[in-house]
């Protein structure tokens, strides 16, 4: 065993790591409030107002105020429209957010999604299917999420059958088969879509992604898997950072690989399925943010893994308080406001990045 | 997981446990707020066999296509509409009520427009008024493939909003003029005139649509009447090999076809209709808002395809 | 803690990798595993630590089996030191090296205690990367980021420290530096350390001890001088070699001589009169011209006398310190007399051993080729007031050759020759 050598307090050189906890605490922190602030801008923004257009007409803040804690005119409005809303923004975003960053480790890039493994082209099928058969007027208003949700957690079972042999994932086959499972389950909803002219707009509206659909009910379905996932994904940080160093330094390291790798994909999954089947396909979060969360506070992730998952909601719900009033009444897809705010975005971090690092 | 024995153990789990109930709690909190029960006083079944339940005449309607706006209002009902969609633009009035989107439904401005009940083509994606009808507005579809069906959603709307005996006589009047037309069209010893209908280049009205029935009436014999679905995209070649006498194409304000470009479509010109100048434009509202200008319409067809019997 | 690692064998597939392997480390000791590629050292490696499934074999550590160990355990029992690190991914040093804590922080609940954050902090004095710890580890160089990697192995407080040939990547500088500070920390700490080396001299420099392995089998183990010894190293990796002590560090050093081509031996005898490392270069471009060749006469603690012996040349040998005996003399003559031709080498010429010169001046007296060798510039070979100097002038007076390098002598000899 080690002996050590003298016993004095490591020196502060202010390269000290001492404050790593500290560090990470307060990001978290941060992260929270800045969440919280945003969720509350974000419920007196719509196009009633009182910041917004002012469909049907203005309110004012204190008008908005009173209807939030009493039932007054609009209390309903808010109670059951935009407040579930702004909380399914926030939810979603998270799960995509975390999901991403859990994909990214276990593929180790950068360039990975929630979705590479299928869950959204397995979703856009279920999905096409409870549309065309008209599901929703013979189950419930629930059919159509209910079919997305289970298509997608077929197509990432099919994947993850197809890129492992004999139990053991191998991860280069695992992105090849959820390209080509990805491609195969396109083709079919271009098919549906196309021989199914009524449905036409039932469908592109669910491809587009949009939180339109956003109710208590949908709410409440969606926040167990969403934060227990997320508190699972966060409890195996450290598994992640030994994973992305190759999976015999993980092994090595004491990390199960081929356990961490199951489990890490079964919880995305089922988070990024979760939240596909009730908004359709909103991308660029599960890339983006975990992405531009790495740059900024490293890639730690028992540090990222917070991170990106707090930002991710706050993301989304900026992104869906645009997409609901931009061109009010009419909605944009808010998978059309995340790719256009993302994407320069990232190209700016990057830019910045690679001139830094010129010595 | 692993564990570790020891206090520090059992206080994080629980601070875990604490941190994924509150969510859960904390998020359905809002959910405690109830709807309110009314009396229901009116039951209809719509154009899906979807029994409708109102508490009353609905005196706050929201139309979310355009067709449905044409028909209250045609029923006398206009003042009881107090949200349109973007595309309803027929009567005039219409024009100046709030917009509440189109296909994608602002759930917003729909629930504070505080309506009773909501009036839809089947053309709307269901999921959102099935959210609608979770927050306590009912739907009322339209479902519109025939002249009949026209008939019957101005009786329905009628009865609906309280204005049945306006609905009877516009009806009266309507179902008058069809007559006339269908009287003439369809008597022994006409002649079925082939026609082509074309609402995008290439893309027709098939079998079980609107248009169909329109030319059906107007005693045409749509050359399409046996393709695949309602709006199939036709080839070339097939239009020129069933040689229609009659070409016509509808007007909107996306339209850029003109009469001369049939000429101009390689092959076409062998066709009759091609080769007599038989090409007619016709407006698009008039065949597919399914209100009372479809009646119009169908005069206006109905002279193109004959017009040795309107003179 | 020692590691005793028992009939160890593995096969991928149908090819056995390892064939029923047995050795074991001493506690503290810094073993080094060698052997050509394919030969099975990195599958040994991860099947000790379990990565890789051996059919059957029992690694001890300490006395006690690895049967039944968690992750976790294993990985307190060993760490291991790869080839290389890669990462894309933005990881600080601090970290790359606090993923080494990660078996020792229990709960998945907990972060990292500060006992953790000193454990790194001390690992990262050891191993000189302190001023690294907030910098990105994938920008740093080969060297540095293996210092990193050892710091990680040492926070890991393993019982077995194993490394797979850590040096690979490394230029000179980095080599020396890992191997110097995998010996300190090996000294210090007294941690058991098996490291596979590819490079020889390394191992021989650094090893107490070295296993070799050859397609699979355990070939030889003992101390680098037992087992790098020519015969050894040319049936496992088929290379000729000279072995030789370093002599600043007294470390076996081995130096391969190029792939035999064929020679083709004519026997033509050339005697070399030479000394003081020079004859070298000239007793092989001779043997490999196929000629027969004998040296003389030179003192046993001359280079040139160790490279005769390595090329079995027959040499006549003179005590240490001792000018050329009569009897040495006139052997000396004798085998002038067997040859064909004489060639000297420009060998530095003292008051013991003249008479070689005096020799070539025989040589030339009977008839025989000399050529000699011309000295490289400022090269003083006259250590006897001008004496040799005056030989080597009457020797060419008298017509021997002067030719400027081994390549134009072969040709002299070969024109001889016919």
Not at chain 1, 14 to 32: E, F, M, Q, Y
Not at chain 1, 63 to 76: G, Q, R
Not at chain 1, 77 to 98: D, E, K, M, S, T
Not at chain 2, 164 to 171: C, F, I, T
């Amino acid at each position: 065993m080690v002996v050590l050598i003298g016993t004095e307090k490591p020196k502060e050189e202010g390269h000290s790591p001492t404050d790593v906890r500290s560090k990470r605490l307060l990001i978290i922190c941060a992260l929270g409030a800045l969440l919280v602030l945003t969720a509350f801008v974000a419920i007196l923004v719509g196009t009633l107002g009182p910041i917004g257009p002012g469909i049907p007409e203005k309110i004012s803040f204190s008008e908005a105020v009173n209807a939030i804690f009493t039932d007054s005119e609009y209390h309903w409005v808010f109670w059951n429209v935009r407040i579930p809303r702004v909380l399914l923004a926030g939810l979603v975003g998270a799960a995509l957010a975390c999901s991403g960053t859990a994909m990214q480790a276990i593929f180790r890039n950068s360039m990975a999604d929630p979705f590479v493994i299928g869950v959204s082209s397995g979703a856009a099928v279920g999905a096409a299917i409870a549309g065309l058969l008209g599901l929703a007027a013979i189950i419930g208003v629930f059919a159509p999420p209910m079919f997305a949700f289970v298509g997608a957690v077929i197509a990432a079972f099919s994947v993850y059958m197809l890129g492992s042999v004999r139990g053991k994932i191998y991860v280069d086959s695992l992105l090849l088969s959820g390209v080509a499972v990805a491609a195969f389950l396109g083709a079919m909803v271009s098919f549906l879509i196309y021989f199914a002219r009524q449905q036409y707009h039932q469908l592109i509206f669910w491809l587009l992604g949009s939180l339109t659909l956003a109710s208590w009910d949908v709410v409440q379905i969606l926040v167990f898997p969403i934060v227990a996932g997320a508190v699972v994904i966060f409890l195996y940080g450290r598994d992640l950072d030994a994973l992305l160093l190759g999976e015999e330094t993980a092994h090595n390291l004491g990390a199960n690989p081929e356990f961490l790798k199951k489990l890490m994909l079964f919880v995305s999954a089922l988070m990024a399925a979760a939240a596909v089947a009730f908004t359709g396909i909103i991308g660029f979060v599960g890339l983006i943010i975990p992405h531009i969360s790495r740059l900024i506070v490293g890639s730690s992730h028992r540090t990222l893994v917070p991170a990106a998952t707090l930002s991710g909601a706050i993301f989304l719900i900026l992104a869906d308080t645009l997409a609901r009033t931009a061109v009010a009444p009419t909605e944009l897809p808010v998978g059309i406001i995340t790719a256009l705010c993302g994407g320069p975005f990232f190209l700016y971090l990057l830019r910045r990045n690679s001139t830094g690092r010129d010595r | 997981m692993a564990s570790k024995s020891g206090s520090a153990f059992d206080w994080k789990v629980w601070m875990v446990i604490a941190i994924v109930a509150s969510s859960v709690v904390g998020f359905s909190a809002g959910y405690v707020l109830g709807g309110v029960q009314k009396k229901v006083t009116l039951s209809i079944v719509d154009d899906y066999g979807r029994t409708v339940e109102l508490h009353g005449i609905p005196q706050r309607i929201v139309s979310v296509a355009p067709s449905p706006t044409e028909i209250l209002f045609a029923v006398g009902a206009g003042s009881q509409v107090v949200g349109v969609d973007n595309y309803s633009d027929y009567p005039a009035e219409a024009r100046s009520l709030p917009q509440i989107g189109s296909y994608t439904l602002n759930m917003e401005v729909i629930m504070s427009l505080k309506p009773d009940l909501i009036v839809s083509s089947d053309l709307v994606p269901r999921a959102q008024l099935d959210q609608l009808e979770a927050q306590g507005v009912p739907y009322f579809i339209f479902a519109t493939r025939t002249m009949e069906d026209v008939i019957k959603d101005l009786r329905l709307a009628g009865s609906l909003t309280g204005h049945s005996l306006e609905a009877e006589s516009l009806v009266a009047g309507l179902q008058a003029r069809i007559n006339a037309v269908t009287n003439k069209t369809l008597a022994a010893g006409v002649e079925k005139v082939r026609t082509y209908i074309e609402y995008y280049p290439l893309w027709t009205y098939g079998p079980g649509s609107f248009g169909n029935d329109m030319i059906r009436l107007a005693g045409g014999a749509n050359i399409a009447s046996n393709a695949s679905n309602e709006y199939p995209e036709l080839t070339p070649e097939f239009i020129i090999a069933q040689n229609p006498q009659i070409i016509v194409y509808t007007v909107g304000p996306m339209t850029t076809t003109t009469a001369s470009d049939f000429a101009d479509r390689s092959g076409w010109s062998i066709t009759f209709a091609v080769s007599h100048d038989k090409i007619y434009s016709i407006d698009d509202n008039l065949v597919s808002r399914y209100g009372p200008r479809v009646v119009d319409g169908l005069e206006q067809l109905a002279e193109i395809i004959h017009p040795e019997l309107f003179t | 803690m020692s590691l005793s690692v028992n009939h160890m064998s593995f096969s991928f597939g149908d090819v056995q990798v390892l064939k029923d392997i047995s050795f074991e480390v001493s506690p503290g000791e810094l073993m080094g595993v060698m052997g050509p590629n394919g030969s099975g050292k990195t599958t040994l490696l991860r099947c000790v630590t379990k990565f890789l499934p051996s059919e059957d074999g029992m690694v001890l550590v300490g006395s006690k089996p690895l049967n039944g160990l968690t992750p976790a355990e294993m990985a307190k029992t060993f760490a291991v030191v790869p080839q290389s690190s890669a990462t894309d991914f933005p990881f600080t040093v601090h970290d790359i090296v606090m993923m080494g804590r990660i078996p020792h922080i229990g709960s998945r609940l907990s972060g990292e205690s500060k006992k953790d954050i000193y454990v790194v902090h001390q690992a990262m004095e050891r191993t000189n990367t302190v001023q690294f710890a907030k910098r990105i580890f994938s920008e740093l160089s080969g060297g540095e980021k293996q210092r990193v990697i050892i710091a990680r192995a040492i926070a890991q407080k393993p019982k077995v420290l194993l490394l797979d040939e850590p040096t690979a990547y490394l230029d000179i500088s980095g080599q020396i530096e890992i191997m110097d500070l995998l010996k300190k920390l090996n000294r210090e700490e007294g941690i058991t350390t098996i490291a596979v080396l590819h490079d020889v001299n390394l191992a021989a420099r650094y090893c107490d001890r070295i296993a070799l392995l050859n397609q699979g089998r355990l070939e030889a183990i003992g101390t680098p001088k037992e087992v790098l010894n020519p015969e050894t190293i040319q049936s496992v990796y088929g290379v000729d070699v000279s072995v030789r002590r370093d002599p600043l560090t007294q470390a076996i050093y081995i130096m391969p001589h190029s792939a035999a081509t064929a020679i083709h031996k004519h026997g033509t005898r050339v005697h070399l009169l030479c000394g003081g490392g020079a004859g070298g270069i000239v007793m092989k471009s001779l043997h490999d011209g196929g000629y027969s060749v004998t040296a003389g006469v030179l003192n046993v603690l001359d280079s040139d006398y160790e490279n005769a012996k390595d090329m079995h040349i027959q040499v006549v040998a003179e005590a240490p310190f001792a000018p050329i005996s009569p009897e040495n003399h006139a052997e000396n003559l004798k085998l002038i007399d067997e040859s064909i031709a004489v060639v000297v080498s420009p060998f530095p010429v003292g008051p013991g051993n003249l008479r070689n010169l005096e020799a070539a001046t025989y040589a030339l007296k009977s008839g025989k080729k000399v050529i000699l060798l011309r000295p490289q510039e400022g090269q003083s070979v006259d250590f006897v007031d001008g004496r040799a100097d005056a030989l080597v002038k009457g020797l060419i007076i008298s017509g021997a050759t002067v030719v400027g390098d081994v390549e134009e002598l072969l040709s002299q000899l070969a024109t001889r020759r016919g």
